[in-house]
Nanobody, 127 residues
Framework: QVHLVESGGGLVQPGESLKLSCTPS????????IGWFRQAPGKERERISC????????YYADSVKGRFTVSRDDAKNVAFLQMDSLEPEDTAVYYC????????????????????WGQGTQVTVSS
């Protein structure tokens, strides 16, 4: 059964950084667009960043643009979300997702859905 595993979450203070990792189980990332999402208590899931399979196109939500950086290392079969200048509003469960498809359809227009997901990792930003 294919799925994803996120790691790297934790408790940090405002202004600090965290780096999340996403690794696949049962498949390789090579042809997949990777998406990062988050869901805070009582809020809808938010799509925050994506990177395409060729590693030459990215997407960021306005809420994280300039603070978060998505990357991937297909040789090691892992994707990352570097989160800098964290704010209390970034507190949420963070998920990665993978799908074969165009980044624009998956992450901009959202006309194509991600079908493979991880279980999520908690990020808490608090002083």
């Amino acid at each position: 059964q294919v799925h994803l595993v996120e790691s790297g979450g934790g408790l940090v203070q405002p202004g600090e950084s965290l780096k999340l990792s996403c690794t696949p189980s049962g498949f390789t990332f090579e042809y997949y667009t990777i998406g990062w999402f988050r869901q805070a208590p009582g809020k809808e899931r938010e799509r925050i960043s994506c990177i395409n399979s060729r590693n030459d196109e990215t997407y960021y939500a306005d809420s994280v643009k300039g603070r978060f950086t998505v990357s991937r290392d297909d040789a090691k079969n892992v994707a990352f979300l570097q989160m800098d200048s964290l704010e209390p509003e970034d507190t949420a469960v963070y998920y990665c997702a993978a799908e074969i498809g165009l980044l624009h359809r998956l992450c901009v227009s959202a006309t194509t859905a991600f079908r493979t997901w991880g279980q999520g990792t908690q990020v808490t930003v608090s002083s």
